[in-house]
């Protein structure tokens, strides 16, 4: 299993970014694919998680109705689209892959993409 981000960048307060995680192929039907992220001096924390059929998960680190994950599975690519961002939002962003469920702890996740930076400041 490989994953790649991309999508980083620095934007101002307010604005949108849309992340994504591109996996190799045949991952998306059996893993589950989570965003974290991990600010400076800050433990990782997860953001959301995504599973084989498409259910979803937010947890600590995301904000209800803020952002929103989804995944296209003919691209082979989970996304997490970010509106409203703040200040506290800036973090290396990682998308990370694991069997069976989705799980808040990165320790559960054995695959892991390099991940891609987001800086909110104005």
């Known amino acids: 299993v490989q994953l790649v981000e991309s999508g980083g960048g620095l934007v101002q307060p307010g604005d949108s970014l849309r992340l994504s995680c591109l996996a190799s192929?045949?991952?998306?039907?059996?893993?589950?694919i989570s965003w974290f992220r991990q600010a400076p001096g800050k433990e990782r924390e997860g953001v959301s998680c995504?599973?084989?059929?498409?259910?979803?998960?937010y947890y600590t680190g995301s904000e209800t109705g803020r952002f929103a994950i989804s995944r296209d599975g003919l691209r082979d690519t989970v996304y997490l689209q970010m509106d409203n961002l703040k200040p506290g939002d800036t973090a290396v962003y990682s998308c990370?892959?694991?069997?069976?469920?989705?799980?808040?702890?990165?320790?559960?996740?054995?695959?892991w993409g390099q991940g891609t930076q987001v800086t909110v400041s104005s």
């Open positions: 990370a892959a694991r069997a069976h469920y989705c799980s808040a702890n990165d320790g559960d996740y054995t695959y």
């Open positions: 192929e045949y991952t998306l039907p059996y893993y589950v």
């Open positions: 995504i599973n084989q059929y498409g259910g979803t998960a």
